[in-house]
Every structure is written in C-alpha cells, then in structure tokens.
C-alpha cells in the first residue's frame, strides 16, 4: 500500500510490524479483502454491472480508470521532467538502456505488436492517435512546433464527415498541413486536414490557394482554419 511500516506488534498475528489500524500489512489486506466479500453488489453507475463498491460508488476497475484518466496530464508531466533531469545529468545512459532492453526482449515485442497492432489501428481513436504521434514526430525532427493532439484530429476528421476537405473522397484518408511542412507549417490543429492519399500526394509542397479547385473551396477552408 506504499506505507512506512512502524513499531509494534500486530493486535491479530502478533507481529512486530504495525502497518494500519494495528495490524500488520498481511492481517489488514485480508481483512480488507473479507469485508469486501461481505458487501453487497450494487450496479456500478460507471460501467453498469452488478459488483462491490470499492470507492467512490464505483467498482474497483472504474476506479482505477477514472483515477488515471484525472491524474494523466500531471503524472506524464512528472515523468518527463523526471526524465529530462536525467539526461542532463547522465546523457546517453537512459537510451542505452532502452536500447538494451529492446534487444533483449525482441521477440517478445514482435509478437506483441503482430497481436495487437491490427486490433489497435481497427480502431477510430487508435488510428486517430497513430497518425497524430507520427506528424509530431515529423515536426519535431523539423525544428516546427508539434502540439497536435489524437483528440483534435478527431474533432477535425468529425467536422468533415470523415472525408477529404479537398475532394470529399472517403478513399484512404490521410492528415494535410494546410500549410506544408516545408513552408514552416506547423503540425497544430489550425494548419492539419483530412486528405485522401491521392489530393495529399497531389497537393505536396503546393501553396493551398494553388491546389484548391475554386476560390469558395480555399475561403472555406481558410475560414475553418482561421476558427481552430
């Protein structure tokens, strides 16, 4: 449970390590454990099944969700800052070991990704995130700001349907920069659209109001642009 455990003996087994309510780690987590066999199940307002309260009126798993959906942002903050200290004080050390352990452990994240990548990429939210870590990639390797996220790309592939804003295809959709890359574009949400592959390959390095079929079509598009 991540407490210090103190002098004293346990008031159930009698051993000298006081962990909560006067008893050892070992006699509280059973305890704990039986009274929660006695509780009766409640439809959990969550996920609406039928299973003990574990806190906060929801199940346990639902708990455990919820707790990191709300401390997501700050705990990815506290782990980079973790891990940028260390590089400047030990530079070349954290990526060794990666390194490392990839190496040692190939096969194993092979047939990982086989199993789980088609499941994953199946998915809206999935793809959505795939295609969002790539173009930050891209932008960061480019020295461009990259502070697209999986969510604004959704909302943006929702506002148009789920088709291309050049074309209205359906075929293959992929993420645009209004702006290229090369043209200082940044990857944010008011410079990225949905393309099909074939306007996205088109387009290229192409300045919009050049590739745009119609002036309506670009002052349409510059308008959504402008409202991200």
């Known amino acids: 449970m991540g407490r210090k455990p103190n002098a004293g003996p346990c008031n159930e087994c009698g051993r000298p390590e006081h962990y909560a309510i006067g008893l050892c780690q070992r006699c509280y987590e059973t305890r704990r454990r039986e009274r929660r066999k006695e509780q009766k199940p409640t439809i959990c307002p969550e996920c609406g099944k039928l299973t003990p309260t574990f806190c906060k009126g929801v199940c346990q798993p639902c708990y455990h969700r919820l707790d990191h959906a709300a401390n997501r942002i700050e705990r990815n903050a506290k782990n980079s800052a973790a891990q940028a200290k260390r590089r400047e004080e030990r530079p070349g050390e954290l990526e060794a070991y990666f390194r490392n352990y990839y190496e040692n452990h190939r096969n194993e994240f092979t047939k990982r990704y086989r199993t789980y990548y088609p499941i994953y990429v199946a998915k809206p939210e999935g793809r959505a995130k795939i295609q969002a870590n ?8 480019a020295g461009l700001p990259d502070t697209l996220t999986a969510e604004e790309w959704q909302i943006t592939l929702a506002d148009f349907g789920g088709c291309c804003a050049y074309c209205g295809s359906s075929d293959r959709i992929t993420a645009d920069h209004f702006i290229s890359a090369n043209s200082q574009g940044p990857c944010s949400a008011d410079n990225i659209l949905p ?7 088109s387009k290229r390095d192409r300045l919009p109001q050049e590739f745009c079929s119609s002036i309506e079509l670009y002052e349409r598009l510059s308008t959504y642009i402008l409202t991200r």
């Open 134 to 141: 790539v173009l930050r990639r891209r932008a960061r390797i």
């Open 195 to 201: 393309a099909c592959k074939s306007c996205n390959s």
